[in-house]
């Protein structure tokens, strides 16, 4: 079961031409991920006259939006190593049972946010500081984006079982039709038809909705070794924990990633206003630039990582952990280094018209970025840690560097700086270099370890 139908052999293929095989693709999904994920907010800010103060409601929607990928991440990351791991046993009854379990779980929570998203969507983005002016173009844009909760949850969900089977392939075909119909659909929508906002929502969720049929008519289909079946579909905890313990951690970094938004636009908003709020967006979205293909990295690494850690093959482990901080590193690194220079060409991105929001975004990403080198080292650790199965680590690194550093130094910062705006955004870049050097110590120290125990 370690080969697909184009034989990749988890077990027995070199690991270079392994890693270089399932990361290209992943990588190369997560670009189209990238413009999936930020086309929205290049649209939306250069809408004529109202781009700044619109991107500043996009802002806003972020802080829910990440709890939707979190939960499509404890269902998704969670099970796709599980069921790999099953896979390297040679248990695939495990495998597809862990599959089912994840399906109902992804269903089940995709309804129960949309309701409540739908009931309480108003006033959680006030609490998430929108003002009367963002208000409208927040919620214009939420209240749509919720409608699609349950083809968000299975298209980024599910396709984590697709590619943990090594058809990474078929995996970055998922991202790459929706984003190529949601690059043709947000000017449709937007300009087109007139819709503004609300518009680059309404193409943001058809897309999805396109990208999770494709998902489930390849996990239904006879090329997958995974298959969702009726007689796999149950909720029994000897498969639903397991997965669940996995999942806390991703879920973690994605829902801390709203926590986090939340304490940033608030601090912000204090400090800075709704310009401030708005910075953020283009730097996040900067971010994403960077961290979403070595994310893609790590996701072609993952599968080796796991299958030959489940058949008990500690050497291929050992040198798939070294070929993925060693490129993770190669990437980041110089990535950063363009960004840095040339902070404002990325910022003429998402919006030409504002020379406001182009000078305060321009210096506030120096700062906010300038510990983002090391985060190659952080998730190549993370992510491997991950792969092995160990839940308890994984989590600890998650929750350190955004709830026991990031938040925290968001509010302590500006105390000791008389540039309060600039204290706000400094915390980014402490956390990121304070993170990356306790995970990676601790991973040389635990990975013989975990190796020596075996599972």
């Known amino acids: 079961m370690a080969k697909d139908k184009k034989n990749t052999d988890l077990a027995k293929d070199p690991v270079g031409k392994l890693l270089l095989k399932?990361?290209?693709?992943?990588?190369?999904?997560?670009?189209?991920?990238?413009?999936?994920?930020?086309?929205?907010r290049i649209y939306i800010g250069h809408i004529p006259d109202t781009g700044a103060i619109a991107l500043t409601g996009i802002g806003l929607c972020l802080p829910v939006i990440f709890i939707i990928m979190a939960f499509s991440a404890l269902a998704g990351i969670g099970g796709a190593p599980r069921a790999a791991i099953y896979m390297g046993k040679k248990d695939m009854d495990s495998a597809n049972k862990t599959l089912g379990s994840c399906f109902l779980m992804l269903t089940g929570i995709a309804l129960l946010l949309t309701i409540v998203f739908l009931a309480f969507g108003r006033e959680i983005l006030f609490l998430f500081g929108a003002s009367s002016q963002t208000i409208p173009y927040a919620w214009g844009y939420l209240r749509v984006y919720i409608c699609g909760t349950v083809f968000v949850m299975y298209s980024v969900g599910l396709n984590s079982f697709i590619t943990t089977q090594g058809f990474s392939l078929v995996g970055m075909s998922t991202i790459l039709i929706g984003a190529v119909a949601n690059i043709i659909l947000d000017p449709i929508f937007i300009f087109g038809f007139g819709m503004g906002?609300?518009?680059?929502a309404l193409a943001t969720i058809l897309s999805q909705a396109?990208?999770?049929?494709?998902?489930?008519?390849?996990?239904?289909?006879?090329?997958?070794?995974?298959?969702?079946?009726?007689?796999?579909?149950q909720l029994k905890k000897q498969y639903v924990l397991p997965v669940l313990a996995l999942g806390v951690s991703p879920f973690v970094m994605q829902g801390t990633e709203s926590m986090i938004t939340v304490a940033y636009n608030t601090s912000l908003y204090k400090y800075g206003g709704d310009l401030a709020v708005s910075s953020l967006t283009v730097l996040n979205s900067v971010m994403q630039m960077i961290f979403l293909p070595l994310s893609g990295l790590t996701q072609g690494a993952q599968p080796i990582i796991s299958y030959n850690y489940g058949a008990g093959n500690d050497q291929?482990?050992?040198?798939?952990?070294?070929?993925?901080?060693?490129?993770?590193?190669?990437?980041?690194?110089?990535a950063w280094g363009i960004v840095m220079v040339f902070p404002g060409v990325f910022v003429r991105i998402f919006n030409s018209s504002s020379q406001e929001l182009y000078d305060m975004a321009s210096w506030a990403m120096?700062?906010?970025?300038?510990?983002?080198?090391?985060?190659?080292?952080?998730?190549?650790?993370?992510?491997t840690f991950l792969a092995l199965g160990q839940a308890k680590v994984s989590l600890f690194f998650a929750?350190?560097?955004?709830?026991?550093?990031?938040?925290?130094?968001?509010?302590?910062?500006?105390?000791?700086?008389?540039?309060?705006?600039?204290?706000?955004?400094?915390?980014?870049?402490?956390?990121?270099?304070?993170?990356?050097?306790?995970?990676?110590?601790?991973?040389?120290?635990?990975?013989?370890?975990?190796?020596?125990k075996g599972r």
């Open 22 to 40: 399932l990361a290209l693709p992943a990588i190369l999904a997560q670009v189209v991920n990238m413009l999936y994920n930020i086309v929205d």
């Open 197 to 200: 906002v609300p518009g680059a």
């Open 210 to 233: 396109i990208s999770a049929l494709w998902v489930l008519k390849f996990l239904c289909g006879k090329k997958t070794k995974l298959r969702i079946e009726r007689k796999h579909l």
């Open 316 to 334: 291929r482990v050992k040198k798939a952990f070294r070929l993925l901080i060693g490129t993770s590193l190669a990437f980041v690194v110089p």
């Open 366 to 383: 120096r700062v906010y970025l300038a510990g983002f080198f090391s985060m190659g080292a952080q998730i190549a650790c993370q992510q």
């Open 399 to 452: 929750c350190f560097r955004k709830l026991i550093l990031m938040i925290p130094l968001i509010f302590i910062l500006p105390v000791f700086f008389e540039d309060k705006l600039m204290a706000v955004f400094l915390a980014e870049a402490v956390s990121d270099l304070a993170a990356a050097f306790a995970t990676t110590a601790t991973f040389l120290v635990l990975f013989p370890r975990i190796l020596k």
